[in-house]
């Protein structure tokens, strides 16, 4: 069997090295660990990975980020995403959008990690196994989810609809009411939600620094 290399990118020291431990003592070989995705781009500058083992949720450059760094930049590497976040809209977006190979929750990583890696190395895809424990988005992937599929324009709208109306919105966009109603159906339709309530709700939950 060819020497699979991997770069692990885990802000948690703990849970990096457990990573670590587990592919080696599999066989598999660790080249790096990395605390964020900054790390993680500069280490790529130098070094060489054929699988790179990704948490989402880092400091200073997360790790859909990276991803879409990759995505700009035309750089093919093959992803395994391992996080606490687990959706099915957000595996979705991961799939779809950034092109990545494989998605481990980390409530059952040590059971699976061996084998996605080697999946993803061979270029296969592998999406966890096992059930999902919850199927609630953090506020941290409603943002990233809304910053991924809503454009400028869209997101400027989103801003306004929880002080003011429709017709309001039509004033201050100088658009017709017809449009901003078709803006926020539109919205709803990417986002996966029926109604300008559970908007609002999504707004609620996530960092106002986002708008």
Same mark, same amino acid.
């Given at each position: ?11 948690? %020291?703990?849970?990096?090295? $457990?990573?670590?431990?587990? /592919? ?14 900054? %790390?993680?781009?500069?280490? +790529?500058? &130098? ?6 083992? +990704?948490? @989402? ?5 997360? #790790? @859909? ?30 799939? =779809?959008?950034?092109?990545?190979? #494989?998605?481990?929750?980390? *409530?059952?990583?040590? /059971?699976? /990690? ?10 296969? *895809? ?7 424990? =919850? ?12 910053? !991924? ?11 306004? /609809?929880?002080?003011? *109306?429709?017709?309001?919105?039509? %004033? +201050?966009?100088? !658009?017709?009411?017809?449009? !901003?109603?078709? *803006?926020? @159906? ?5 986002? #996966? !939600?029926?109604?300008?309530? %559970?908007? #609002?709700?999504?707004? $609620? ?5 986002? &708008?």
């Amino acid at each position: 069997m060819k020497e699979i290399k991997v770069v692990i990118a885990e802000d948690h %020291e703990v849970l990096a090295n $457990a990573y670590k431990s587990h /592919l080696e003592i599999d066989g598999l070989t660790v080249s790096g660990i990395v605390r964020n995705g900054v %790390e993680l781009i500069e280490w +790529l500058k &130098f070094n060489e990975a054929d699988v790179i083992v +990704l948490d @989402i949720q880092m400091p200073k450059m997360d #790790g @859909i980020d990276v991803a879409k760094y990759f995505v700009k930049h035309k750089m093919n590497y093959k992803i395994l995403v391992v996080s606490a976040h687990h959706s099915s809209s957000f595996v979705k977006t991961c799939k =779809e959008e950034f092109n990545i190979l #494989g998605f481990l929750t980390k *409530t059952y990583c040590d /059971l699976e /990690l061996t084998e996605a890696v080697t999946q993803v190395y061979e270029g296969n *895809t592998y999406f966890s196994q096992m059930p999902e424990l =919850e199927n609630k988005e953090s506020s941290f992937i409603k943002q990233k989810m809304l910053q !991924v599929n809503l454009s400028d324009e869209e997101k400027e709208f989103l801003a306004l /609809l929880p002080e003011y *109306t429709y017709n309001e919105i039509k %004033e +201050l966009k100088k !658009v017709s009411y017809s449009t !901003v109603k078709n *803006t926020f @159906i539109r919205i709803r339709n990417k986002i #996966g !939600v029926n109604s300008n309530i %559970e908007l #609002g709700k999504i707004i $609620a939950d996530i960092d106002k620094s986002y &708008f």
